[in-house]
């Protein structure tokens, strides 16, 4: 397909070339002469192998349409064969001068492309201040959970959200919800007296952690498949991933999907609210990382997150520290519709939800930016108060999925669309000239009979 394409493209750069040169011989021989000779012109076209029809002396009547003759392109591309040999290049018709006028043109649109996607310096403010917000937020607000008397506490905002999780699923309610068969699962054994294959650490206060089941995500898929098949899945404290199916536990598994997923989804409401309840989410994940000397313990990252947990790094808390995220991406956006509004756009397309970046070029890049900033804060105070337990894991999450867009956008998508835009631009001025033809073919023969040969 390409030699086709580069067969056809020379082709068209051999015709060219050729009228090219045969335009330029009839220019310099009218520049010679002190008035235009229409016999130079045609002995020139007449050499290059035209049948011109013969000259007439009397005018020929109106009401007789003369013939244009359109020749076939085989016809053109064989007389152009005789005069150019070889492959030729596009590039020769034009002199230096003209070359170079067309590497500007090219680049003052690549310099407009960049215009467009470049952040200026209310962009960066918006970011930076996103960034800031949401870090202080996470700093004075959210805090980092220590057990208490009390149960656990951390900020102002982690208690808050901790105390309406409790008002929201009532102890009694919740005991009463955890001893009926609804929720009973089968993945929900609380140390080894039961299992077939030895799970290390499986005990009341790691099972949650070690059970993929009681993942707010991951329980969605395997919670859902261990209820259908009465199984277990785990990932147990050294890092061994474990599925068994649980004899003892057989009267809890269910038949139909639906029944399943109501069952897992009765489950999670009645373990969010223990003193060991569920692991932030993906956090069973890290029993696979079996590597690492941190901290004067040197514990391997595995070791830490289950320490982290341990002290009371749960799903409630991870709501905690998702509002500080929630803040970057809310003034984030805000302020980019603001600002697009300001420079003239309709509200419709200042609306800052899609981040397509044709119709936002801005926005992803600003969300980075202040992603960016907040995740630095946040990693400055895990590294002055060394302590684990001060990160913010849903920064850290928002923070890498903007890294990859950006990663993305920055190796193979703005490359491929900065050159979609030039193209489209010289489609655009070549389409302009291609009328332009297209009229003047047309008024040229608006009298005439057009024969395509």
Known sequence: MKDKSRGMEQEI???????????????????QASQFDTSAAEKILKSRGYDLPPRKDSVAPLNKRRVVVVRPWNEILEEADKFVVGECEIESIFTEEELQQN??????????????????????????????????VDILMVGIPEKTPEGLKAGPLSNYIRDYFDRKFPEEEMQKLANSKESKVPFDAQDNRHTTIRVEGLSAYYHRLLQLGHDPVL???????????????????TGKVVSQVMENYADRKETESFRALAKQIAHFKSDVTTSMGLPAPFMSMFNLLQFGNIGEYDQTIAEIVQGMYYEGY?????????????LVEVIVRIGYAFKR????????????????????????????????????????KV???????????????????????????????????????????IYEELKEVFDEVDNTFEEYTRDKIVIYS
């Not at 040169?21 to 009839?26: D, G, N, P, S, Y």
């Not at 491929?416 to 030039?422: C, I």
């Open 13 to 31: 750069n051999k015709v060219l070339v050729h009228h090219s040169v045969m335009l330029k011989e009839i220019q310099e021989k009218r520049k």
């Open 341 to 380: 509004i300001n420079e003239g756009h309709t509200i419709k397309d200042s609306i800052p939800v899609a981040l397509n970046r044709e119709k936002h070029p801005k926005l992803a890049t600003m969300l980075f930016l202040g992603h960016s900033a907040a995740t630095a804060v946040n990693a400055g």
């Open 219 to 237: 329980g969605f898929v395997f919670g859902v498949a261990d209820i259908l098949t009465g199984r277990m899945t785990t990932i147990d404290k």
């Open 103 to 136: 590497k500007e043109a090219i680049r003052l649109m690549n310099e407009e492309f960049n215009q467009i996607h470049h952040l200026d310096k209310v962009d960066v403010a918006i970011g930076a201040l996103a960034g800031m917000v949401g870090a202080a």
């Open 383 to 425: 590294a002055f108060t060394e302590n684990p337990m001060a990160i913010n894991y849903a920064q850290w999450i928002a923070f890498t999925k903007y890294s990859y867009f950006q990663l993305k956008w920055a190796i193979i998508e703005r490359p491929a669309m900065k050159d979609a835009y030039v193209t489209g631009k």
């Open 314 to 326: 749960d799903f409630i808390h991870f709501c905690s520290m998702s509002v500080p995220a929630m």
